[in-house]
């Protein structure tokens, strides 16, 4: 399909040779040394294919996407 291919180009094109070996945070592309804190979890389907990613996050977003998931989900509990 076209569009599988055109998805394909955009995140190979994030990646560009220079900083091939950078590793950065996608919530805010901030350098990450070492290993990265946490990772994040996009999921999206093409058809009947399902396909992920999961990027690094560094210590600050990892915290604050966790956090606010667990006070989210917290709430939705409560709510019923």
Same mark, same amino acid.
Not at 1 to 30: F, G, Q, Y
Not at 44 to 64: F, I, S
């Given at each position: 399909?076209?569009?599988?291919?055109?998805?394909?180009?955009?995140?190979?094109?994030?990646?560009? /040779?220079? %900083?091939? %070996?950078e590793?950065?945070?996608?919530?805010?592309?901030?350098?990450?040394?070492?290993? /990265?804190?946490?990772?994040?979890?996009?999921?999206?389907?093409?058809? %009947? $294919?399902?396909?992920?990613e $999961? /990027? /690094?996050?560094?210590?600050?977003?990892?915290?604050?996407?966790?956090?606010?998931?667990?006070?989210?989900?917290s709430?939705?509990?409560?709510?019923?």
């Amino acid at each position: 399909m076209a569009i599988d291919s055109l998805a394909d180009v955009a995140l190979k094109a994030r990646v560009t /040779p220079e %900083d091939a %070996d950078e590793l950065r945070c996608d919530a805010c592309s901030e350098l990450i040394e070492g290993e /990265p804190a946490g990772r994040g979890l996009y999921v999206w389907t093409r058809g %009947d $294919e399902v396909r992920y990613e $999961e /990027p /690094p996050l560094c210590a600050q977003c990892a915290t604050a996407i966790g956090i606010t998931a667990l006070a989210t989900w917290s709430v939705e509990e409560e709510e019923g």
